[in-house]
């Protein structure tokens, strides 16, 4: 009951600050930025699950091992392409 009435006092006074004919101008605009900013986060999600998807395919990097207790020679290894030919 106290949402509901808390609801139709922001409502009010939305129509008392804004004026009843600038309501259905600024709803519509509401939704048309709530569905800009939809559209942009799914195409971002989008994006960055098609960036992911080939590093978890390709597992672990191998490293090259350092000699005993030299750990500052670790790099990892140059993976060959498969496009270039040796």
């Known amino acids: 009951m106290g949402r509901v009435l808390a ?3 922001i ?3 939305a129509a008392i600050f804004f004026g009843a004919k600038r309501l259905p101008d600024l709803a519509r605009s509401a939704g048309r930025s709530m569905r800009i900013l939809k559209a942009e986060t799914a195409a971002l999600r989008e994006e960055y699950n098609r ?6 395919d390709a ?3 191998r490293l090259i091992k350092a000699a005993p207790g030299d750990s500052t020679t670790a790099r990892p290894v140059a993976e060959p392409s498969a ?3 040796r």
């Open 7 to 9: 609801f139709l006092i």
């Open 11 to 13: 409502i009010a006074m």
């Open 51 to 56: 960036e992911a998807a080939p590093a978890a």
């Open 59 to 61: 597992g672990p990097a």
């Open 83 to 85: 496009g270039r030919e």
